[in-house]
């Protein structure tokens, strides 16, 4: 049978296959079985490994590239002038160091055929291949080929997948080839493609994903016209008064997009799209109620569109598993410690967790997908950890605006902020300190976050609504749940220590000091 499985895999080779070839064998049994290929699953690897060193770990990717990182697609990828470093899957981080998409290379990876047979274990991958069914009486994963692996314990790291909108669900072959849902690698050598023919691209959402394309397209967009060549023109429509306003307060979230707007994006703000179509030149009509003219309908017409409306976890291996899916807020539900079954973990984006200080949270960020699989990995080895340590995250507006947070970040949630005296209001000025900001920063060990460029502050007292930057607390009861730090950096660990403790705050001023965020 295994001359059969084979025969099998090599007449399903794919085509197009680039950075890798699709495995032709793979072991029938996994000491440690990880679903997915992403953060997650790399998080969890690295651990395991880490507290079991001779630990066999398969993981079954459905992509075709091994473990790479998700943030920079959105980012630094659209701001690096080479083409030639992007084509090997290379990018200019903020401050300009190079760095790969990969975070091991392809020779950390052990052969997945002799992965049982190594004295010292290892990871291996499958790459292309998809769990589709998962028996957890007899403790055996399928694949989409077949293929059926039993194994010891087993990760889920499976991920989301983007959502669509209604009005796309009965569009024709020739309206959704000119749609895509960002994700990855992929995904951006394709929509690179359609922005620099010079399209005219409209993007539809208003929250991570949607103003971090919108501010890098737009910037790719002129990029190219600076060059002569063609560069089209960068709309974002969101049903939201500003963007990211599932996180900022409603104020900070508007200024948010006066900051898009000066990336060079045209913004569309509480727009209610209703309807999609290819009109007669090829470009795509989308139709959509303005407030501002409530009774008629208002229409858009790009070359192209992009979706970027949310994700949707990847549950579906829950039926086959009998695993409970969180009806609220979706995902596998699992304890504090990460557990589903006795030897099935979740971690990521897919898992619905129990956070011991802050309660029931799913959590799609990449920094959670590296704790919580992290924790994970750990408790795979034998560990009965619950989950406490904190993740992170961040977004970037282009390079000039960017904030990191932590905790419970919902704009429903009641804050306070507190905001750093001004900014210089000339724009060339702004641009020449920043510059030179840049130039100071520069140092090889840093991290990007590090090396963000930070908005000078000015001495002298300017608009009162300038929201360059500040430090704003999420509260419940009077506790602060949640913190972001907005366009401050390097102030996370203060951040997660406020947290922690649970104090009851009466005096924000005084808490604000804490972070410094007068000097820099
Ligand atoms: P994923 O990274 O999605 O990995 C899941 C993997 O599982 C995928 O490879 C999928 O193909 C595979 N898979 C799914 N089902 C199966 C199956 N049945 N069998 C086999 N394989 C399967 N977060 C931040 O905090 N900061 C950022 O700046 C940021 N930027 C982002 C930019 C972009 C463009 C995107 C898309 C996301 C960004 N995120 C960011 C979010 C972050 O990347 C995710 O939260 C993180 O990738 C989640 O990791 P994960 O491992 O849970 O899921
Ligand atoms: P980094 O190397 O500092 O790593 C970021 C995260 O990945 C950290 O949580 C780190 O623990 C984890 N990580 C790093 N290497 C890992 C590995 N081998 N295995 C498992 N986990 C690993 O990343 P970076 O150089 O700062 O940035 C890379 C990209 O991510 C850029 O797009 C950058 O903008 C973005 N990023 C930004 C910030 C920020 O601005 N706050 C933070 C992290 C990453
Ligand atoms: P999101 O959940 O951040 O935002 C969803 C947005 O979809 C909403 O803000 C809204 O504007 C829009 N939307 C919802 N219904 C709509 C409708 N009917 N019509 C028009 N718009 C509608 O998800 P995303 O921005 O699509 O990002 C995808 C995933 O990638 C998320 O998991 C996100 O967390 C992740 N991501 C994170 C970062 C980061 O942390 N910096 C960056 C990029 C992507």
């Known amino acids: 049978d295994l001359q059969d499985r084979k025969l099998l895999a090599e007449e399903e080779q794919p085509v197009e296959l680039s950075k890798t070839d699709l495995t032709p064998v793979i072991p029938s049994f996994a000491q440690y079985l990880i679903i997915g290929g992403g953060t997650a699953a790399l998080s969890a690897f690295k651990s395991i490994r880490a507290h079991d060193a001779t630990a ?23 701001y690096t002038d080479d083409d030639n470093l992007l084509n090997q899957y290379m990018f200019k981080q903020w401050n ?8 091991f290379d392809n020779e950390f990876y052990a052969d997945v055929k002799t992965l049982n047979d190594e004295e010292n274990g290892g990871v291996g991958v499958v790459l292309g291949r998809k769990v589709v069914n998962l028996d957890l009486k007899t403790s055996v994963a399928k694949l989409d080929n077949g293929w059926e692996i039993s194994f010891e314990k ?47 691209v409209t993007i539809i959402g208003g929250g991570f994903l949607g103003s971090e394309l919108a501010c890098s397209l737009a910037h790719r967009a002129t990029e190219n016209g600076k060059r002569g060549n063609p560069n089209g023109k960068i709309t974002q429509l969101m049903p939201e008064a500003g963007n990211i306003s599932k996180v900022l307060p409603e104020y900070l979230s508007k200024w948010a997009t006066e900051r898009v707007r000066d990336e060079g994006a045209d913004v569309l703000t509480n727009v209610e799209l209703v309807g999609a179509s290819v009109v007669q030149d090829g470009k795509v009509s989308l139709s959509y109620i303005d407030p501002q003219n409530p009774k008629k309908t208002s229409y858009i ?63 799609e960020h990449y920094d959670h997908a590296i704790v919580s699989g992290k924790l994970a990995g750990e408790n795979m080895t034998g560990a ?57 920063d520069v140092a090889p060990e840093a991290t990007a976050n590090d090396l963000k ?28 749940v949640g913190i972001v730090l907005w366009n401050v950096f390097n102030r996370i660990a203060i951040a997660r220590k406020i947290i922690k403790d ?15 965020i007068h000097q820099d």
């Open 453 to 480: 460029h930070k908005l000078p502050e000015s001495k002298g007292n300017l608009d009162k609504d300038d929201y360059s930057k500040g430090v704003v607390f999420y509260l419940k009861e009077n506790k602060v």
């Open 301 to 363: 017409t790009s070359d192209h569109v992009v979706v970027a409306v949310g994700i949707e976890p990847n549950t579906d291996l829950a039926k086959s598993a009998g695993l409970e899916v969180d009806p609220d807020q979706g995902g596998f539900l699992v304890n504090a410690e990460l557990q589903a079954r006795h030897n099935v973990w979740v971690a990521g984006d897919a898992a619905s967790f129990y956070d011991i200080n802050l309660g029931r949270r799913r959590v």
């Open 56 to 78: 066999k770990v398969l993981v079954i990717s459905s992509e075709k590239y091994y473990p790479y990182m998700r943030p920079p697609l959105s980012k630094d990828v659209w």
């Open 96 to 103: 300009g160091q190079e760095k790969s998409l990969f975070v």
């Open 502 to 516: 649970q104090q009851e705050i009466t005096n924000f001023q005084e808490l604000a000091k804490l972070f410094n």
């Open 384 to 440: 009965h950890k619950p989950y406490w340590h904190q993740s992170t995250f961040w977004s970037d507006l282009g390079p000039k605006v960017g904030f990191e947070a932590i905790g419970l970040t919902d704009s429903q949630l009641q804050t306070v902020a507190v905001y750093a005296k001004g900014k210089p209001t000339d724009e060339e000025q702004k641009r020449d300190s920043e510059g030179n900001r840049e130039q100071q």
């Open 154 to 200: 087993c990760l889920i790291a499976t991920g989301g997948q983007p959502k669509s909108l209604k009005v796309f669900q009965t569009a024709s072959n020739r309206l959704k080839s000119k749609l895509t849902l960002y994700r990855g690698i992929d995904d951006f050598f394709a929509l690179k493609k359609v922005v620099d023919s010079g399209a005219d």
